[in-house]
């Protein structure tokens, strides 16, 4: 195995898109066009399906392991603002919209959503559903949570709207490792919002986890997991963590390469994890997630039903994924558009009526076609190559680029259909590599990925 991952732990896309943010070729104007013809021509969808994804950029401090956008802050004055700012992009999109949209799944992702007051994320919700509550049998309501920061209640009163699912940040529970990526958060913090949450009635709780981490030792990760298994939440996350500092800047260099686990030590821990996890009923579903067997994503993964989009993996297909709040992504399956990244210029674009969209990708006939294959293999491990096809020439590039994985058996090929193995599992993303077009014209990788592994 040690020799296989560093054959394998290569720079490479998580995959949360295809094609992946760095390809995307498309400006605002062009991208406007777009939401207006897929707004108008509902007979591109099957029904009148919503997701929403709404982001909280704030946090009162700086995790140093964080790759995402946020803004650090102990000022909380900038909640009302920001919230005023979000309503106001969710009503420019519905003068947009020429049908009415049926939300079946909204997520406040960060970030740290329980940054801001209760009050002020009820005001959110109730904005965007325009009524007091909604069904949790027909919509799926979840949030990110920071325990540290995670009142009663932000639980009684989100869950009194209708929010039934809360993924709580945990990363590590060791000391020395928390100090390095300062994210101090202990055991009782975690297990006091836990306890709460399963006893208001949240249905799903998951915790998130990292690998990989500044000096983290193969007994962080057997205690972590001790401690985990002990609350025994429905979902857990297993982050690869992300060493992305000529992306982050100065946040991610609170510590020297040299305090990061490397190749097979790597993972070693997630392989630790892995079998801690299975060994007391967890289930391994899609890349770096694992669930227990009555929760509905293993369910969907057993069913083959199981979906993956820039919230996370879901059991929730909707024809549109409608992205609120600065840097947040919007997805049409046909194409991408990414809100502004800053702050300040997102609220200032939106309160001079305007959609802040800055930058993203319409899909071509090839990139809808490889866009398939890489989700299939990301939420199912196997893909089926379209017979009637109109690329023959492109699968046959693929199949020749898969040849090494398929020599290391990590692939199989029987007829038309791509299977990734049980020892393949671990190089999915490498197995998606060899379907991406734009990866295969380029030649550098280097400080535009993180490892695969």
């Not at 990110?144 to 995670?150: F, R, S």
């Not at 963590?241 to 991610?252: D, E, R, T």
């Not at 070693?268 to 929760?295: N, Q, S, T, V």
């Not at 989009?309 to 994924?321: E, R």
Request: aromatic content about 12%; glycine content about 6%.
């Amino acid at each position: 195995m040690k020799q296989i991952v560093e054959k394998y732990n290569v720079p490479g896309p998580r995959y949360t898109s295809y094609p992946t943010v760095p390809f995307w070729k498309h400006n605002p104007l062009q991208l406007k066009d777009w939401l207006k013809s897929i707004s108008t021509n509902t007979e591109s969808f099957n029904s009148n399906d919503l997701s929403i994804y709404i982001h909280l950029p704030y946090c009162e401090s700086l995790c140093t392991f964080c790759g995402c956008h946020k803004r650090i802050t102990k000022n909380h004055a900038v909640e009302g603002p920001y919230i005023d700012a979000v309503i106001k992009e969710w009503e420019l999109y519905k003068k947009e919209f020429k049908f009415n949209p049926d939300i079946r799944e909204l997520h406040f992702g960060g970030g740290t959503p329980t940054f801001f007051e209760p009050d002020h994320l009820i005001r959110l919700v109730t904005a965007i559903f325009d009524k007091d509550s909604i069904d949790p049998d027909h919509a799926e309501l979840s949030f990110e949570a920071h325990p540290n920061n995670t009142s009663e209640e932000h639980l009684a009163k989100l869950f009194n709207f209708g929010f039934r699912r809360l993924s709580l940040g945990i990363q590590d529970y060791s000391p020395t490792v928390q100090q390095a990526i300062n994210r101090i958060q202990p055991f009782e913090d975690v297990k006091k919002v836990h306890e709460q949450a399963k006893g208001i009635g949240y249905k799903s709780i998951s915790h998130d986890l990292v690998f990989g981490l500044p000096k983290q030792r193969m007994v962080d990760i057997i205690d972590t997991f001790k401690k985990t298994l002990e609350l025994r939440p429905d979902r857990i996350s297993l982050y690869s963590y992300a060493h992305v500092p000529w992306i982050k800047g100065n946040g991610q260099r609170g510590y020297d390469e040299s305090d990061l686990p490397q190749d097979s030590e790597k993972r070693a821990l997630y392989e630790k994890a892995k079998a801690m996890l299975e060994a007391e009923g967890y289930i391994e579903i899609g890349m770096d997630h694992f669930a227990l067997d009555h929760d509905d994503l293993t369910i969907a993964f057993k069913a083959k039903n199981l979906h993956r989009n820039f919230m996370g993996y879901t059991t929730q297909n909707t024809n549109f994924l409608l992205g609120l709040g600065m840097s947040a992504i919007s997805d049409s399956w046909f194409g991408f558009a990414q809100n502004e990244k800053s702050t300040e210029e997102y609220i200032k674009i939106v309160n001079s009526d305007t959609i802040p969209i800055f930058r993203g990708h319409i899909l071509s006939e090839l990139d809808l076609e490889i866009r398939k294959y890489i989700l299939d293999l990301m939420c199912h491990f196997e893909t089926e190559f379209k017979s009637d096809s109109q690329f023959k020439a492109k699968q046959e590039q693929i199949i020749s680029r898969l040849d090494e994985m398929i020599k290391d058996g990590l692939v199989t090929i029987n007829n038309n259909k791509v299977t990734v193995t049980e020892e393949g599992v671990a190089f999915v993303r490498n197995c998606c590599m060899a379907f991406d077009m734009d990866l295969a014209e380029t030649q550098q990788r280097d400080n535009m990925f993180s490892k695969t592994i």
